[in-house]
């Protein structure tokens, strides 16, 4: 009976062995997943304060043309008061 006993022992090692290996790969793939998941929300995030910058450069174009469309108004009137 001894070595069926001893057979058991050795199945139940390797089992546990091989449950472990299963759980440390799970345990990487999930990392893996969180890691790359928290770079892609961190790019996401970068993006829309580009083009926020770029929305504000174009509030500010737009307003000194108008107040150079203001200036100019004020010249021609002006220019017409002075006729």
């Not at 580009?50 to 004020?74: I, K, V």
């Amino acid at each position: 009976m001894e070595p069926q006993t001893q057979n058991n022992n050795t199945s139940s090692s390797a089992g546990s062995t091989i449950a472990l290996i299963i759980l440390v790969l799970l345990l990487i793939i999930g990392g893996f997943y969180f890691w790359t998941r928290n770079t892609a929300t961190e790019n996401t995030e970068q993006a829309p304060t580009n083009a926020e910058s770029e929305l504000e450069e174009m509030e500010n174009e737009l307003e000194a043309e108008f107040t150079a469309e203001g200036d100019l108004n004020a010249i021609d009137a002006e220019f017409e008061s002075a006729q």
